[in-house]
């Protein structure tokens, strides 16, 4: 079980340019939640995904969206990059019913 | 909104020492989650407490929930350099998690 595995690992991006993240799931799970964690602080709760649909959102303005594909795996994009969106973005996956959660290596994103 | 606060944000010990975190809500919670993150790691969950007044332990953890389900602890005894991290607690309400800032743990062999 490769638990929640994160694409990719560093990315170094411009301002005002575009990034997606991508995340699988644990095997078996449905439920995606995406996390920014900003150098010496908590994750901060930026969506969760469930059926392919979002179904809590932070708060996090539009320029952060998602997707969920019916595979359960699920992208994360950033338009219009600020320098404050520099962080570490983690991918949390958990089961039906189930209240755990997994948490994958995460993508740590520079924005320049 | 919703907030969870933990204290302190740094502790010292030496090896052999305890520690003590505290984690407080601004609103009751249905269950609260603590998570290890390792320095360069990602968090990993270490348990939930659900009930009021709940207590549980792992070897040298134990963790509390508060008799009005808006504050927990974590404890730890006899520190060993293993201990090193941040301990997140993290509130849920409504499936989405609240982190606190977290108790960042250095142990002094």
């Known amino acids: 079980d490769a638990g929640v595995t994160q694409s990719p690992t560093h990315l170094i991006k411009t301002r005002g340019q575009q990034v997606t993240l991508r995340c699988s799931p644990k095997?078996?799970?449905?439920?995606v939640s995406w996390y920014q964690q900003a150098l010496g602080q908590g994750p901060q709760f930026i969506f969760q995904y469930y059926e392919e649909e979002e179904r809590q959102r932070g708060n996090f303005p539009d320029r952060f969206s998602g997707h969920q594909f019916p595979n359960y795996s699920s992208e994360l994009n950033v338009n219009a990059l600020l320098l404050g969106d520099s962080a570490l973005y983690l991918c949390?996956?958990?089961?039906?019913?189930?209240?755990?959660?997994?948490f994958g290596q995460g993508t740590r994103l520079t924005v320049v | 909104g919703q907030q969870v606060m933990q204290i302190p944000q740094y502790q010292h010990v030496q090896e052999g020492e305890d520690f003590t975190t505290y984690c407080n809500s601004s609103t009751t919670l249905s269950n609260i989650q603590w998570y290890k993150q390792r320095p360069g790691g990602h968090p990993v969950f270490l348990i939930q407490?659900?009930?009021?007044?709940e207590v549980k332990k792992q070897k040298r953890l134990t963790f509390q929930f508060g008799e009005a389900k808006k504050n927990s602890s974590l404890h730890i005894t006899a520190t060993q350099t293993t201990d090193v991290g941040t301990y997140f607690c993290?509130?849920?309400?409504?499936?989405?998690?609240?982190f606190g800032q977290g108790t960042t743990l250095q142990v002094k062999p």
């Open positions: 993290a509130g849920s309400n409504t499936g989405k998690l609240i």
């Open positions: 407490l659900v009930k009021s007044g």
């Open positions: 949390a996956s958990r089961g039906r019913g189930e209240t755990e959660a997994f």
């Open positions: 095997s078996g799970h449905d439920t």
